[in-house]
């Protein structure tokens, strides 16, 4: 199954929780998600009502949607509904392998000029929703979504430039390995993402991950990083030569080596 595609307002009415339906989040203020991607977070994973943007950077750093696709596997595994809004080539394939249960998935590809209004409705039903960032978005649009994330318990990932966020992340570099004088192929990308916001938030960070990974999550303790003649707190480097890493190693889709 490739996600739940929603068309129409009568598909958008079946994912809509009551107005007057309690905040489901309960106990569980904060979504989970990789534990590479705590540090960015001022609170360690994706607190209901805050409005988390990834700026889309540019093209020769691009690594965006690889970003969004982290920030909602945890979450959904752990059983939360995502919708992504305004990004027809959102693969459901990619989405899958990082671990987000496409049966709780809602795509809206091409909201139209209806786009304020598909949000906010989605806003109203699903725990995490991403959307693309119209160009001519305005301000007063911008801010009453993000308040409606907040009565909501909803938590809100534009995807874009979007001013007043509570996190902007962004993905600043990026280096793919795998390719050889002559041959091989492009197994991951070493990129190096930043976090500024606001409050919690407002001392920048940065940390480098693999992104996309080669189905491994390590978390290499300084020590062994120094030993292995890496600068702590810093990637170590990888021979596209390598080979995969033990299988035991393998429990997920990212990698990151040292701390920020």
């Known amino acids: 199954m490739a996600g739940r595609m929603v068309v129409g307002s009568a598909a958008l009415a079946g994912l809509v929780r009551p107005a007057s339906a309690p905040d489901p989040a309960g106990g569980h203020r904060v979504l989970p998600v990789a534990p590479e991607l705590t540090g960015l977070l001022p609170n360690r994973g994706l607190r209901r009502g805050s409005t988390i943007a990834v700026s889309a950077g540019q093209p020769r750093c691009s690594g965006g949607t690889s970003l969004v696709l982290a920030l ?8 939360s509904w995502c919708a992504v809004v305004g990004v027809p080539t ?6 899958a392998e990082v671990g987000i249960a496409l049966d709780r998935l809602a795509l809206v590809p091409n909201p139209g000029p209806e786009w304020p209004t598909v949000v906010a409705a989605l806003i109203d039903g699903v725990d995490v929703v991403v959307t693309a960032v119209p160009h001519a ?5 911008a801010d009453r979504l993000a308040a409606r994330a907040r009565q909501r318990g909803c938590v809100l990932v534009p995807y874009g430039r979007w001013d007043g966020a509570d ?3 962004r993905v600043v570099r990026g280096v793919w390995e795998g390719l050889g004088p002559g041959r091989g192929r492009l197994r ?10 606001r409050g919690a938030a407002a001392r920048p960070k940065e940390i480098k991950v693999w992104l996309p990974g080669d189905g491994l999550t390590r978390v290499i303790p300084r020590a062994a990083a120094a030993a292995a003649g890496s600068t702590p707190g810093r990637l170590r480097p990888v021979s596209p030569a390598t080979p995969p890493a033990p299988a035991a190693s393998r429990r997920g889709p ?7």
């Open 254 to 260: 990212l990698t990151v080596v040292g701390s920020a």
């Open 90 to 95: 959102f693969g459901a394939g990619a989405a």
């Open 137 to 141: 978005v305005s301000a007063s649009v």
């Open 72 to 79: 909602l596997a945890e979450a959904s595994r752990a059983g």
């Open 167 to 169: 996190v902007t992340l």
């Open 188 to 197: 991951r990308r070493e990129v190096t993402v930043s976090a500024r916001g």
